[in-house]
């Protein structure tokens, strides 16, 4: 079993700084892959960002292109969403999910498929 836990969240002034971290704790042959996603009050879910944690590669969904950074330790087996420039719109809780993904990480962060361990998510609120 593995389990996967965020912190970093909080409240956040416009245009400022956020950094979200995630351990995951467990077998590391039960993921190759972390991902960031948020959820927003009265919306669907989305994916953010995703990572291969072999060789760093990641794909970011529109929302954050140029503005998020994600990253991943693998000797501390943590990942990272570095956010710059944030924005009201950026408010929702945001959850870490781990699995092994055979999509491409863009399929996989449309749908979700795949990404087994889910934290119980951390609240960024950006206020103008």
């Known amino acids: 079993q593995a389990q996967v836990a965020e912190s970093g969240g909080g409240s956040v002034q416009a245009g400022g700084t956020a950094k979200l971290s995630c351990v995951f704790s467990g077998s590391i042959y039960n993921r190759n892959s972390m991902a960031w996603f948020r959820q927003a009050p009265g919306k669907e879910r989305e994916g953010v960002a995703a990572?291969?944690?072999?060789?760093?590669?990641?794909w970011y969904a529109d929302s954050g292109k140029g503005r998020f950074t994600i990253t991943h330790d693998n000797t501390k087996n943590t990942m990272y969403l570095h956010m710059r420039n944030l924005k009201p719109e950026d408010t929702a809780m945001y959850y870490c999910a781990a699995g092994m993904i055979g999509d491409a990480l863009s399929t996989a962060l449309k749908t979700g498929y795949g990404f087994n361990y889910w934290g119980q998510g951390t609240q960024v609120t950006v206020s103008s």
């Open positions: 990572i291969r944690t072999a060789d760093g590669s990641s």
